[in-house]
């Protein structure tokens, strides 16, 4: 059995040594659930799929809820874990079992909390968000997500990252006629057309928005060019596809308008094909101003989108803090320095309740 009031970094290694890519995690949800109810007292424990939850009802003035996923990337030939000097490498070493044993080594030796604590480890994050085990949980046991704060154990270098960015996908196709390249002037050249689409993006000006002390700094890209038929045609469609990451002061509504408003007068079509909404940072809600003076004030805005967004919809201020460099994830050398782990548990022991 997992041992949760050991050593954190050697419940990191032994998370990690259970394999659970994703779909794949029952053996390790098995494991999380025996521990919790085995090793833990004052929690309730459920199991929902390949999720486990926990919590306590001690009457405590404010919940906390700690989330963290038990799924990986495939693994690529880096299992099971091993230790090198102060770094522990292995396929989800920081995305994110050393994240999961933070919370479930606290969850086993914080005798008086001072919030009611909620766990939840789920299912299927790092594949289509259709899977993921919060949207499950969010519609079959809503009220076990429910919290003053939440902290998701992702990578952060020991930052406290605030809300996350927005993303929105938008293709913007031009149409033209089709000839043969030898007669260039009969035809209208499609890709031509998306000239002053690139200008408009390279000349692009990017705003920087502080929200609660974090710095968000927005981002509007080509990522992707489709068009041409042959050799020796001249294109009649094309098409370039765009990201735009926004600060989390801006509705999806008003992303989409933002980028309409960048290429109007240029004739294109434009065509949403994926967003997702932002995550405010919710700094100054009581429970998430102790969690930063907790972590000595170490806070920085979350560049990319998290579930933190998930916890932002449903009216939680939710953060991201966990051990591990998040630059690290998914690569063959995946590793976590084992400093990092000990210095999530302190922070979260003291803002927690010692």
């Not at 109810?37 to 919590?55: D, K, Y």
């Not at 044993?101 to 594949?127: G, K, M, Q, R, S």
């Not at 079959?140 to 902290?151: G, N, R």
């Amino acid at each position: 059995m997992l041992d949760l009031r050991g050593d954190p970094i050697a419940l990191t290694a032994a998370l990690v040594d259970v394999p659970s890519e994703s779909r794949h995690e029952a053996r390790l949800a098995d494991e999380v659930e025996a521990a919790l109810r085995h090793q833990t007292s004052g929690f309730e424990v459920v199991r929902n799929g390949n999720a486990v939850l926990a919590r306590t009802s001690l009457g405590r003035p404010s919940r906390v809820l700690l989330a963290g996923h038990l799924d990986t990337v495939p693994a690529a030939g880096n299992l099971p874990s091993h230790l090198d000097g102060g770094e522990l490498y292995g396929c989800g070493t920081a995305d994110m079992k050393s994240g999961d044993a933070v919370f479930l080594h606290l969850a086993a030796t914080v005798a008086e909390p001072l919030h009611d604590l909620t766990l939840v480890f789920y299912d299927c994050e790092e594949i289509e968000a259709a899977a993921n085990g919060l949207g499950r949980i969010e519609a079959e046991l809503p009220d076990w997500l429910t919290a003053d704060v939440a902290i998701l154990g992702e990578p952060t270098g020991g930052y406290i990252e605030a809300g996350c960015q927005g993303t929105l996908r938008v293709v913007v196709s031009a149409a033209g006629t089709r000839a043969h390249s030898a007669r260039s002037w009969l035809g209208d050249n499609a890709i031509h057309k998306l000239s002053p689409v690139l200008d408009r993006l390279a000349a692009y000006r990017a705003r920087t928005v502080d929200i609660d002390g974090c710095a968000y700094r927005e981002g509007l890209s080509a990522v992707r060019i489709d068009g041409g038929v042959a050799g020796n045609v001249i294109p009649d469609a094309a098409s370039v596809t765009v990201n735009f990451r926004f600060a989390p002061d801006r509705s999806l509504g008003a992303a989409l308008e933002h980028v309409r408003a960048v290429f109007d007068g240029v004739d294109v079509r434009i065509e949403q094909t994926d967003a997702a909404a932002g995550a405010l940072p919710g700094l100054s809600q009581p429970a998430a101003k102790a969690l930063v003076e907790a972590a000595g004030g170490r806070v920085r805005a979350k560049y990319g989108w998290t579930d933190v967004a998930r916890f932002a919809a449903l009216g939680i201020p939710a953060v991201n803090f966990g051990p591990g460099d998040p630059n690290l994830a998914h690569t063959r050398d995946e590793r976590v320095q084992v400093a990092d782990i000990t210095a999530a548990v302190a922070v979260l022991r003291s803002y927690l309740g010692g």
